[in-house]
């Protein structure tokens, strides 16, 4: 199929995200902005033009326009109707795309992808649903892959960096009713959606096929204020899929309890890393060059400006206490880097690292000593019922894990990987120096059973019973 060109009409945070899902199939052959600032530089490689050259750019390459921008959107298509010039809109955060006409936004799609249709009658075919791409879908996909299933991902927001480890090919979603269309039309086995949001999987739930829920994130247990209309949907997420998935336990209890969801139609499975993340290279450690503390902190965070929003995510005042009492503290998120970047030039402890992810990720916390899942009071309810990826992504790196959460102080006591850690104690930084000392081998996530690889079985087998 012949690839189509598109124009991104806005250079900023919007525009630059949405190349990724566009660029699956379209090829981006310009950026366009108001801003003069912006005209000549470039974004994602590709060059930003004045929108004076719009006109001849888009008539001369029949490239699609795809407005990308949240607060301006409507003055941009009346720029764009006064040079008679037709467009999308992407103004929302899963990137679905609207046509405008006489003041109304009418859902329209981009592109629209071929139904599916299993090049082997005898295999196994998963289709992944999801706004954005999400580190424990990629791990499930990429085991079952492994054992032979055919796994596929549809999405809204944009592609996985796993890309093809994890899926056999991506596709990206313009509007809901295409989705449901192509759902309908295609040939897979099951729907695994994840949950974020549950509009998803209530829309999948009007297809012709199997449905899993995996419920990893839960709103009504998290949130402070949960509207009418989550609830709902939690509700028939949750009642009406065909399977359901928690990522602990205690969510399960809850939501068992909460909604009087049948166990049999359940399955536990944590958010483990791959098994191949636990053979990846060890680098030096730091802290043998200047015996100092070295700690690593990997995850979503808020910065100063949204701390009173969302005061669970807001780690600053624990990162400053250890860094302020000689341990160094290593970052690495791919939330609020400018703020993150400030904090590190404020205290010299505080290191921000960037943003990666999977084996890159697990290769660069071999460096470090210890691994932080030390969260706000204010997250400790939630924190004690989840799954922390970074639980497991540090014992997969050879970490020590410090904790003040009492699930995971429990687990981790229990396997003599770490321990407890209150950074406002006189003992923090003994108990840190003791963790240091710790040896956890680059097999122990393989022998403890913590790995996506060593539940597989368990996952396909849900999928085939449902």
């Not at 409507?74 to 006409?101: F, G, R, T």
């Not at 799609?109 to 954005?132: D, G, T, W």
């Not at 079952?144 to 596929?152: F, I, M, N």
Request: hydrophobic residues 40%.
């Amino acid at each position: 199929m012949d690839r189509k060109k598109c124009i991104i009409f806005g250079a900023g945070d919007r525009g630059t995200r949405l190349y990724k899902k566009l660029s699956l199939d379209h090829d981006v052959i310009a950026y366009s902005d108001n801003d003069p600032n912006l005209w000549g530089a470039q974004r994602n490689h590709i060059g930003i033009v004045p929108p004076a050259e719009l006109k001849k750019l888009a008539e001369d390459t029949n490239a699609a326009i795809v407005i990308a921008n949240d607060e301006h959107y409507l003055d941009i298509a009346k720029q764009l109707d006064d040079l008679a010039l037709s467009y999308y809109i992407c103004n929302n955060l899963d990137h679905l795309s609207y046509v405008l006409e006489e003041s109304v936004l009418y859902p329209a799609a981009i592109s629209r992808p071929e139904a599916y249709r299993k090049p082997n009658k005898e295999k196994f075919a998963v289709l992944f649903v999801q706004n954005m791409p999400c580190t424990r879908t990629d791990k499930i996909a990429e085991a079952l892959k492994e054992k032979g299933v055919l796994t596929y991902s549809a999405h809204t927001t944009g592609p996985s960096d796993a890309g093809e480890r994890a899926f056999c090919k991506e596709y990206p979603i313009w509007t809901y009713a295409d989705l449901l269309d192509f759902v309908n039309e295609s040939e897979f086995d099951v729907i695994h959606c994840s949950n974020t949001p549950d509009i998803l999987v209530n829309i999948l739930l009007h297809s012709n096929k199997k449905v899993i829920h995996d419920c990893h994130d839960v709103a009504t247990l998290h949130k402070k204020r949960v509207s009418l209309a989550e609830m709902g949907m939690e509700l028939i997420a949750n009642r009406q899929a065909a399977g359901v998935i928690y990522p602990t336990e205690q969510i399960r209890e809850i939501m068992a309890r909460s909604y009087g969801i049948k166990k049999e139609r359940t399955l536990v499975v944590g958010n483990y890393p791959l098994s191949a993340f636990g053979r990846t290279e060890r680098l030096p450690k730091l802290s043998a060059s200047d015996g100092a503390i070295h700690c690593v902190y990997e995850g979503a965070l808020v910065s100063r400006e949204h701390a009173k929003n969302m005061p669970r995510r807001f780690y600053e005042p624990i990162f400053v206490q250890l860094a302020q009492l000689g341990v160094h503290v290593h970052i690495y998120s791919h939330r609020a880097p400018d703020y993150l970047r400030q904090l590190d030039d404020e205290y010299e402890n505080i290191h921000y690292e960037g943003n990666c992810s999977g084996r890159e990720l697990i290769t660069r916390m071999t460096q470090y000593d210890v691994g932080l899942i030390c969260v706000p009071w204010e997250d400790i309810f939630y924190a004690e019922i989840a799954s922390a990826n970074k639980v497991y992504e540090y014992l997969a790196a050879g970490l020590p894990v410090a904790t003040n959460v009492k699930t995971y102080a429990e687990i981790i006591e229990a396997n003599q990987c770490g321990g407890t850690l209150d950074w406002e104690s006189d003992d923090a930084v003994a108990r840190l120096r003791a963790y240091q000392k710790i040896f956890i081998p680059m097999d122990f996530c393989d022998t403890h059973g913590f790995t996506m690889d060593a539940n597989v079985e368990r996952i396909l087998e849900f999928y085939k019973k449902v």
